[in-house]
């Protein structure tokens, strides 16, 4: 690797891309190519692979713990949001990215369907997630 000289500890730390080269922005020197952008499938393959491994470090225990909860909490819910699931009470697994999991379970089971925009996310730093309609849900009316 070459050293940029414009950078107080020497190395190319911010890039950016112009004309498919990657070029650091204080010295403009090209530093090489860009790195391949995976298709679709490949995308897809390593979140299930991240997700697996998520799961595996949560254990067993808590996915079934956690499936259980959404399940009752979507029978007594007619709008599912992360945010107020882990407000409901849900135990934090040791990664936290094992309930995307549950999440997936409760969509092929069918006891959520996705319903309108999403709305920011106050666990994952304001990003949109999904809000779901829960299918379970019975009013008392």
């Not at 004309?19 to 298709?39: D, L, R």
């Not at 990664?95 to 379970?105: C, D, E």
């Not at 304001?126 to 009013?139: D, G, I």
Request: with cysteine.
């Amino acid at each position: 690797m070459s050293w940029c000289h414009e950078s107080k500890a020497g190395v190319h730390d911010t890039y950016t891309t112009r004309g498919g080269k990657v070029i650091c922005v204080k010295c403009k020197q090209t530093i090489g190519e860009p790195p391949p952008i995976a298709s679709t499938h490949e995308a897809q393959r390593k979140q299930e692979i991240g997700l697996g491994r998520a799961v595996t470090k949560s254990g067993p225990e808590w996915v079934k713990y956690a499936i259980e909860f959404l399940h009752q909490y979507a029978r007594e819910h007619l709008e599912v949001f992360c945010d107020d699931i882990w407000l409901a009470g849900l135990e934090r697994p040791e990664s936290p990215r094992a309930f995307g999991q549950v999440m997936k379970h409760a969509i092929r089971e069918g006891w959520i369907v996705k319903h309108g925009e999403g709305r920011p996310s106050r666990q994952g730093n304001l990003s949109v997630r999904p809000v779901y309609r829960s299918t379970l849900w019975k009013s008392e009316v």
